[in-house]
């Protein structure tokens, strides 16, 4: 075996390319390319999908983020509360606005924001003289977060939550989709996302009409009314017409995709029985989007007898992630809660990711899945 794809952006378009050269072919026709109709048609796509009154679309991901906070109005003294184990873009929006990431412990078997490393650090950030705001749980390779302790603590605390599901956008808590929880949600099109685009791409969710305004006004310079009348300091962070018009394609199919993600999780998690490894933990009530089919070996070390037996065979396996956010130079100087974030430092050393699409073969399912069964066993 050879040129094993980690995610197989090719065989979905093999079977959707038709329909994709198609509603190019309109945008160069009616020649809207910023904001056009098919920006709008997503955008309420998207707001049915997820079930949630608005959804509006961005430059990318991150900036979502970045939009959300400044429609939250974070700044300076404010704490934000990020898990430590997750993509840099989580916690990278915070600062630029003035505010702190304040980083909390992930738990060991969801790899999500820990209620109990969240409660300690509202009171810490406090006994430091900074001003608890809003929380961002990451729904971590596609699983939701713990959003019923999350949204619990939050209005206890009076804080706003900001769902990350960059990772985690089609699944669901409870039967609420994500998209719809939270003050405001965001996803990212990036391509290897599990609902992605051609390029960069990204969308924030919210139920309120307030939020939503001050969002549309963001991204486009602080517009109000009227395009040249600028009533705040916004920024340029649009979805190209272009990637709507693809997203539109992808997300028709979407809904088949996520049932593909699913059995073929399933599929992965019945097969591998090696006493070595813990497969994905799925909690009762949550449907996950299956970002990423991670595995969680006993130590650094034999994770490496792992990826080395499968590179072996030509299949690919990436760390995601190496170096928890607040080991980070960028990172290391912001506060963090004091039970000293041990899981994500412990994860960081154990998990990795082995191929994962919803196109992937069984028979491929299977070559990978006796390859993890034999070895490191008698
Ligand atoms: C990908 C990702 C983002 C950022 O999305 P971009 O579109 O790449 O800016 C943010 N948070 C998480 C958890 C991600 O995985």
């Given at each position: 075996m050879s040129d094993i794809p980690f995610i197989d952006l090719a065989a979905q378009q093999n079977r959707i390319r038709a329909k994709i050269d198609r509603r190019l072919d309109e945008v160069l026709r009616h020649g809207n390319y910023i904001l056009g109709p098919e920006v709008q048609q997503l955008e309420r796509e998207l707001a049915q999908f997820s079930g949630v009154k608005h959804a509006i679309t961005c430059g990318n991901g991150t900036d979502a983020l970045l939009l959300a906070l400044m429609a939250l109005e974070i700044r300076t003294g404010d704490a934000v509360f990020c898990p430590s184990f997750t993509f840099a873009a989580t916690a990278e929006v915070v600062p630029c606005l003035g505010a702190t990431p304040f980083f909390v412990d992930v738990d060991e078997n969801t790899f999500n924001l820990d209620p109990n490393s969240l409660r300690l650090a509202i009171g810490e950030a406090r006994a430091i003289g900074l001003r608890p705001r809003c929380i961002i749980p990451v729904d971590l390779f596609g699983l939701p977060a713990d959003y019923k302790q999350i949204l619990e603590i939050a209005e206890n605390e009076k804080l706003s939550v900001l769902a990350d599901?960059?990772?985690?956008?089609?699944g669901a808590f409870h039967g609420q989709k994500t998209g719809s929880i939270g003050d405001i949600a965001t996803t990212s099109f990036?391509?290897?996302?599990?609902?992605?685009?051609y390029g960069d791409g990204g969308a924030l969710f919210t139920n309120d009409d307030h939020i939503a305004e001050v969002v549309i006004s963001y991204r486009f310079h602080g517009k109000g009314a009227d395009k040249y009348d600028n009533e705040r300091i916004g920024m340029n962070s649009r979805l190209d017409t272009f990637q709507a018009a693809i997203l539109l394609e992808k997300l028709a199919i979407y809904p088949d995709e996520l049932s593909r993600r699913n059995k073929i999780a399933g599929r992965y998690s019945m097969g591998i029985?090696?006493?070595c490894i813990q497969t994905p933990f799925l909690p009762n009530g949550y449907k996950s989007a299956w970002a990423q089919y991670t595995l969680k070996a006993p130590d650094s070390n034999s994770r490496s007898i792992f990826m080395e037996a499968l590179k072996k065979q030509g299949i690919p396996s990436v760390i995601y992630y190496p170096v928890p956010l607040h080991k980070q130079t960028a990172y290391r100087k912001f506060p963090r809660c004091s039970d000293g974030l041990a899981t994500s430092e412990q994860l960081a050393t154990q998990v990795f990711s082995i191929p994962f699409h919803p196109y992937l073969s069984e028979s491929l399912q299977d070559s990978i899945i006796d390859v993890i069964n034999n070895t490191m066993q008698q």
């Open positions: 599901s960059a990772q985690g956008y089609g990036f391509p290897a996302k599990p609902l992605g685009c029985k090696n006493d």
